[in-house]
């Protein structure tokens, strides 16, 4: 079956601290990745997406590479900011389901000053 | 401005009734979705739809019914027989059903059973 499997928080970091947040996944067929990020009291914004192997997805300083040897999706940020902080959401897309998604439980981030 | 927009942001309901959550996008997106979120708890899926009138449902639909007579609309309604309503609901939308497409988020229902 299809599954995401996250880090567990919270995480804790000081300003300018360099972020990896871990995710493993399980699939079928092809799947394509994505991380998304949730502020307190909204709704999930995508940060960032890869849809195959090797493929980098980057955005606001924020990469994650699709390893298919791994099974792994990290994402990692060189230098966190207090406005990083949020709930970080790992999710899968697999292709013989069409565009069902699968998440991860989050991974709440706190970024201290 | 495109979006999606989820009405009410907060919603109060007595045991025993039924009550309608509201999506609305103008993305014009041929597939709609709707999540549950419990506290330290990842998204679970409730309904899709992947075009008008037609809707499947995902991994926790008993409880909820859904129905898809416009493109732009796709409300979701939870009944009395779901035994454990309060949550946070979330609706998106993507393009297509394509495993490749993003899924775009509203800003959320929070529902609260007294």
């Known amino acids: 079956g299809n599954s995401v499997t996250q880090m567990e928080g919270p995480v804790t970091l000081s300003e300018e601290a360099f972020l990896t947040i871990n995710c493993t996944y399980t699939?079928?067929?092809?799947?394509?990745l994505f991380w998304y990020v949730q502020y307190p009291g909204e709704g999930l914004q995508l940060l960032l997406k890869a849809t195959k192997a090797d493929d980098k997805g980057s955005n606001k300083g924020f990469e994650a590479t699709y390893r298919k040897e791994t099974t792994s999706f990290h994402l990692e940020k060189g230098s966190v900011q207090v406005s990083d902080s949020a709930v970080y959401f790992c999710a899968l897309s697999s292709g013989n389901t069409g565009n069902q998604f699968y998440f991860g439980t989050g991974t709440s981030l706190t970024v201290i000053p | 401005d495109g979006g999606i927009t989820q009405s009410p942001k907060y919603l109060f309901r007595k045991e025993g009734q039924n009550v309608t959550l509201s999506c609305e996008q103008n993305l014009n997106h041929d597939a709609m979705y709707w999540y549950r979120q419990d506290p330290g708890q990842g998204l679970r899926l409730i309904y899709y739809s992947q075009i008008v009138n037609d809707f499947q449902k995902g991994d926790i639909a008993e409880g909820y019914s859904v129905s898809r007579e416009k493109k732009e609309s796709f409300p979701l309604t939870v009944t009395s027989a779901q035994k454990n309503p309060t949550a946070f609901y979330l609706c998106a939308s993507s393009p297509q059903h394509a495993s490749t497409d993003t899924q775009y988020f509203g800003p959320g229902t929070r529902l609260t059973v007294l």
């Open positions: 699939a079928t067929g092809y799947p394509s």
